[in-house]
């Protein structure tokens, strides 16, 4: 049961350029702490890699405090597990997995079953389609083995439709037709500790669009089936952008799509790019965004956490991939906390 709102700190887009940084760590907890006393069952980040001999960064990674749960961003995907045809290889995931252990960090393993980041062992053959479904099953066996009941979720399917909510063109999908995915989930159930919640996880589905309804057309037809496939929750990406996210009403309204057929949500990829050059207005519009995004799982039954990913800007995803736009995520570049912090703890305080 969540915690209900007794003061709402609204963010103001149009607040004062002239913030000044809060100096009191003690009315700022950390982000797991106040997500938890507002109902959510954690606070994320995915953590990369590319950077864990940074002291600095790996502290703020594996602060409790911080973050209750962390998702391997590069290291569970199928190149880095399954390099080569039925040789497994651990070593990236367990580099993020076992300090996340130590520190008593819940996870979200991320991911089996995605069209990017494929071995070429797997992309430049033709494969049949009783060939590939032996494959996805003895490569969800393999690495279900080795991370059994660790993970409190696993992003089974990850990005199977387009944005106008017709099937993504996808390997899996030329050679095994739409059941690839109704597979993967009985393939991970069956292998997987029954405590792992299964998820299907996508982007642009935080309103109710083609897509969205498209995911919740999926779900519908896996929960009706007469031995019905096993999927737990969706998961709601929530890459935005400055200025152009999605409004509180229409995030929650998604997160509702799924929550009113009994699966959990979460948002599993939160970040909020800025063009560049930033300005102090547009950290504020950031910050509100990030807010209203927060806010809308914390207010819906069901929405179980929030995970960005990752939280210190020169890790972000997003340069490479949208030139001229950046500082998407909640600690800039010199680990200093960005007002979006203070916004999104100031929210969670209000519920109590
Ligand atoms: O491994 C090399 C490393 O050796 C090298 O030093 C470094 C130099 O830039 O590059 C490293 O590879 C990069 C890898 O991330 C690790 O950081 C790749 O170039 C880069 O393309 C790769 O990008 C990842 C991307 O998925 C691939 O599509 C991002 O980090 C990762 O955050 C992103 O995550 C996806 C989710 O899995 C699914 N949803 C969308 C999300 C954002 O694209």
């Known amino acids: 049961m969540k915690a209900s709102l007794a003061l709402v700190v609204l963010p103001l887009v149009s607040a ?103 071995p070429t062992w797997l992309t430049q053959t033709t ?35 387009n944005d106008d909510g017709t099937w993504r063109d996808t390997l899996w999908l030329r050679t095994i037709g739409k059941e690839y995915i109704a597979l993967a989930f009985q393939f991970a159930r069956k292998y997987v500790s029954p405590r792992t919640r299964l998820y299907y996880n996508d982007y642009n589905i935080e309103k109710v669009n083609n897509k969205s309804l498209a995911v919740e057309a999926l779900v519908t037809d896996f929960l009706g089936r007469d031995v019905p496939v096993p999927i737990d929750g969706v998961g709601l990406q929530a890459h935005f952008v400055t200025g152009r996210t999605q409004r509180y009403n229409q995030t929650v309204a998604a997160l509702k799509l799924f929550t009113q057929h009994g699966l959990e949500t979460a948002l599993t990829e939160l970040d909020v790019r800025t063009v560049l050059p930033d300005l102090p207005e ?39 991939t949208f030139p001229g736009e950046g500082n998407a995520l909640l600690w800039d570049a010199g680990f200093v906390k960005k007002v979006a912090y203070y916004r999104v703890s100031d929210m969670l305080r209000g519920y109590a």
């Open 127 to 161: 494969w049949s389609k009783d060939e590939l479904i032996a494959i996805l099953e003895n490569h969800i066996r393999n690495e279900a083995r080795h991370y059994y009941d660790e993970c409190y979720a696993w992003d089974v399917v990850n990005e199977a439709f």
């Open 16 to 118: 004062s350029p002239t913030w000044q940084r809060p100096q009191r760590n003690q009315t700022y907890p950390g982000l797991d702490v106040l997500a938890k006393r507002a109902g959510l069952l954690y606070f994320g980040t995915a953590i990369d890699n590319v950077v864990l001999d940074n002291e600095q960064y790996t502290s703020i990674a594996h602060n409790r405090a911080e973050f209750g749960q962390v998702t391997p961003s590069n290291g569970q995907k199928w190149m880095h597990i399954e390099p080569q045809r039925n040789v497994f290889n651990y070593t990236l995931g367990d580099q993020v997995s076992e300090p996340g252990k130590a520190a008593g960090q819940l996870r979200r393993c991320h991911t089996f079953v995605w069209h990017n980041q494929l």
């Open 282 to 320: 547009k950290q504020e519009q950031q910050a509100a965004d990030y807010t209203n995004s927060v806010q809308a799982c914390v207010d819906v039954e069901g929405c179980v956490g929030v995970t960005v990913w990752d939280f210190w800007d020169p890790v972000s995803w997003v340069p490479e």
